[in-house]
């Protein structure tokens, strides 16, 4: 293949990149764990969920924002105030539950499959 198509150039690019990114791997990971040490001083010097708390350093600071709100459904409520039938229109059951509580026959009754989905890739030298 021609070496100056776009295509044959991009791929080039790409092992160069990839090479870059697994020597950035192990300082990703360390500062990953340097981060848990810092949150878990940050979870102790704020009392308050609703107000952002900082930690400093010498020549930094981490600043962490207010907790995020989080919300969780009681589904038999939900269903009993909505009613059956409009409950049943709109309620969504995960891939995850139905593998887990049916047999293979049950799902393949249920659950269509298709070849829609994305494509990973690999980038091998040749």
């Not at 690019?13 to 791997?25: G, Q």
């Not at 059951?93 to 989905?117: F, H, M, N, S, W």
């Amino acid at each position: 293949m021609d070496p100056e198509h776009p295509v044959v150039k991009a791929i080039q690019r790409m092992a160069e990149i990839e090479k870059e990114l697994r020597l950035t791997k192990p300082l990703v990971k360390e500062y990953a764990e340097k981060l848990e040490i810092v949150k878990a001083a940050a979870e102790v010097a704020a009392a308050d969920a609703d107000k952002a708390v900082a930690v400093r350093g010498v020549t930094h600071e981490v600043e962490f924002t207010a907790k995020n709100k989080s919300r969780s459904a009681d589904v038999k409520k939900a269903k009993k105030l909505m009613g059956d039938k409009l409950f049943m229109e709109v309620a969504k059951i995960g891939l995850a539950e139905i593998d887990k509580y049916l047999t293979p026959a049950q799902i393949k009754e249920c659950v269509d499959e298709g070849r829609d989905g994305a494509r990973s890739h690999t980038l091998r030298p040749l």
